[in-house]
């Protein structure tokens, strides 16, 4: 309900991207590790914010076009390249709504880290790794 509420993408018709299928693994997450929380309004925050980094985990796997730009689109304001990465925008900019000070940054930070972190995993596929160890005497 606060999925539609916030206009965010849950609705499969017409071929349109939707979190719907990350939806149950963003509640199981939320009320279970911060079913302790008061704050009923945090843990949907928590709940929906865990779906879309599903969905980008899943759907970012082959190919990165679209969230290669996240970030610099989410920093300068500008519309993400589908409603998915928008909707994640305009979540993103609610986590002081729910936290405060340096929390807030914290998860934000971290949240471009993790945008930031499937870019290198899909550009360093099949690298190979090399070691360099210099033994004294």
Not at 11 to 37: E, M, N, Q, R, W
Not at 76 to 87: A, F, H, K, S, W
Request: hydrophobic content about 40%; glycine content about 8%; some cysteine.
């Amino acid at each position: 309900m606060e999925c539609k509420l916030k206009g965010y993408p849950i609705d499969k018709a017409h071929g349109k991207l939707s979190i719907i299928k990350c939806i149950p693994c963003g509640v199981i997450f939320a009320s279970t590790s911060y079913g302790h929380l008061k704050n009923r309004s945090t843990q949907v925050f928590i709940a929906i914010y865990t779906a879309f980094l599903t969905w980008v985990d899943d759907t970012y796997v082959e190919d990165v076009r679209g969230v290669d730009i996240f970030n610099e689109r989410f920093i300068t304001g500008r519309d993400q390249v589908n409603e998915v990465l928008d909707g994640l925008a305009r979540l993103l900019r609610e986590i002081n709504l729910h936290y405060y000070g340096i929390q807030a940054d914290v998860i934000l930070t971290a949240s471009l880290n993790y945008i930031t972190s499937i870019i290198l995993d899909f550009e360093t596929q099949g690298m190979t790794v090399s070691f360099y160890l210099e033994l004294d005497g």
